[in-house]
Nanobody, 112 residues
Framework: QVQLVESGGGLVQPGGSLRLSCAASGFVLSDYLVTWVRQAPGKEVEWLSNISPNGLYINYGDSVKGRFTISRDNFKNTVTLQMNGLSTDDTAVYYC?????RGQGTQVTVSS
């Protein structure tokens, strides 16, 4: 089955960190650009970051630049989003996208 599966979400205090992972099954993720997006309740989907197939080209949205880091391990067929300095504004469901597919998402809640 061709799919993307996100993991690593959870509850964290403001200022904390989380590491999200996006794993592909049924296809080779290293052939594709991968994007992370998020959606907070009642808000539009927000684009966060993307990484080229070879990992050399990376882009970040203004809201996460300097706090989030995207990387990929093509041997493990995964893409990771390291999130530092989290605030309540980062509370959302986080999704990875690649090959025209979006995963089911992982919930990130930032709260004291």
């Amino acid at each position: 089955q061709v799919q993307l599966v996100e993991s690593g979400g959870g509850l964290v205090q403001p200022g904390g960190s989380l590491r999200l992972s996006c794993a592909a099954s049924g296809f080779v993720l290293s052939d594709y650009l991968v994007t992370w997006v998020r959606q907070a309740p009642g808000k539009e989907v927000e684009w966060l970051s993307n990484i080229s197939p070879n990992g050399l080209y990376i882009n970040y949205g203004d809201s996460v630049k300097g706090r989030f880091t995207i990387s990929r391990d093509n041997f493990k067929n995964t893409v990771t989003l390291q999130m530092n300095g989290l605030s309540t504004d980062d509370t959302a469901v986080y999704y990875c996208e690649g090959r025209g597919i979006r995963g089911q998402g992982t919930q990130v809640t930032v709260s004291s």
